[in-house]
């Protein structure tokens, strides 16, 4: 059903990559509102991706796979052991958007700052540190027939493709200003840092109140999301694309993805997927 393959055609990069040199960023936390910091570090051949968090005893260290996600609620949170660290996939998404393969991730606190709810920080820190080639292969996840999962209105399949292609289809009947909306591209660096980078996670009001009045999203707020009222959207500068919630829902997925551990080559449909549904498909891509 998949096979995996030794080479790099998904991006421009044909040989694995880390970067140049180390670079670091802070900020709040959506959802415990403590103040985190990132220092993401240049990593080995093979290492893969890996989170360490540097303020707890032992400063355990958690891989960026998919048998270290534990769940899944509005973000995706990896542990091992002792260790955790929450809303990994804006990050992930962005080293797998400009084609990173091995990084330590050193974290002080319980989650990834959120920044301004999109992953365009992390591409313009990226590209301050540099990208370094590393003299190995790429390992490449291609799918060879079709594979798909399903739960109640929830949908994803994964199709062969030489490449990695996207077509996701958000779906909220409920919001006056979303509705349906579609997007489909093919996954570059220069595609991801322009169309895909710049956008923010998205509530609907109504949704959002309640979730931080029971304080489930202290670092919450207008600075680190888009909020969407009836038919308006209450941000001040208003959304960056007319479509950037479906694009958004697009950036999460690549996230998930990437724990995967590995470049995905094939084209991913996506009918109204979040983050625990991207997960499952996922391993049932490793099946």
């Known amino acids: 059903m998949i096979k995996f393959n030794f080479r790099g055609e998904l991006t421009g990069f044909s040989s694995q990559t880390t970067l140049s040199k180390p670079v670091e960023f802070a900020g709040v936390g959506l959802?415990?509102?403590?103040h985190c910091s990132v220092r993401m570090v240049p990593a080995s051949v093979d290492s893969g991706i890996i989170f360490q968090r540097m303020d707890l005893?032992?400063?355990?260290?958690?891989?960026?796979?998919?048998?270290?996600?534990?769940?899944?609620?509005?973000?995706?949170?990896?542990?091992?052991?002792?260790?955790?660290?929450?809303?990994?996939?804006?990050?992930?998404?962005?080293?797998r958007g400009m084609g990173i393969d091995n990084l330590k991730i050193e974290v002080q606190g319980p989650e990834i700052p959120v920044g301004d709810?999109?992953?365009?920080?992390?591409?313009?820190?990226?590209?301050?540190?540099?990208?370094?080639?590393?003299?190995?292969?790429?390992?490449?996840?291609?799918?060879?027939?079709?594979?798909?999962?399903?739960?109640?209105e929830t949908h994803l399949i994964a199709l062969p493709f030489p490449g990695f292609r996207i077509s996701y289809t958000l779906h909220y009947p409920h919001s006056s200003l979303i509705r349906s909306q579609y997007f489909s591209f093919l996954l570059t660096?220069?595609?991801?840092?322009?169309?895909?980078?710049?956008?923010?996670?998205?509530s609907l009001y109504e949704e959002l109140v309640p979730m931080m009045e029971k304080g489930w999203l202290k670092g919450g707020g207008l600075e680190n999301a888009l909020v969407?009222?009836?038919?308006?959207?209450?941000?001040?500068?208003?959304?960056r694309f007319p479509?950037?919630?479906?694009?958004?829902?697009?950036?999460?997925?690549?996230?998930?993805?990437?724990?995967l551990?590995?470049?995905?080559?094939?084209?991913?449909?996506?009918?109204?997927?979040?983050?625990?549904?991207?997960?499952?498909?996922?391993?049932?891509?490793?099946?």
């Not at 080639?133 to 798909?148: A, E």
């Open 57 to 95: 005893p032992g400063k355990p260290e958690i891989p960026a796979r998919l048998e270290f996600v534990s769940e899944t609620p509005r973000c995706t949170r990896l542990m091992k052991g002792n260790g955790s660290v929450q809303m990994v996939e804006h990050l992930l998404s962005a080293l």
């Open 189 to 202: 660096e220069q595609f991801y840092k322009f169309e895909i980078s710049p956008c923010r996670t998205f």
């Open 243 to 259: 479509d950037e919630m479906v694009r958004h829902k697009a950036l999460d997925l690549i996230g998930d993805l990437a724990l």
């Open 31 to 34: 959802f415990s509102g403590q």
């Open 228 to 239: 969407i009222q009836g038919d308006r959207i209450l941000n001040p500068g208003g959304s």
């Open 117 to 152: 709810g999109s992953a365009q920080e992390i591409v313009r820190l990226i590209e301050q540190a540099g990208i370094k080639t590393l003299n190995v292969p790429k390992k490449v996840l291609r799918i060879q027939k079709p594979v798909y999962w399903s739960e109640g």
């Open 261 to 287: 551990g590995v470049h995905l080559e094939g084209h991913i449909f996506s009918v109204r997927s979040g983050h625990a549904a991207n997960v499952a498909f996922a391993k049932e891509l490793l099946k």
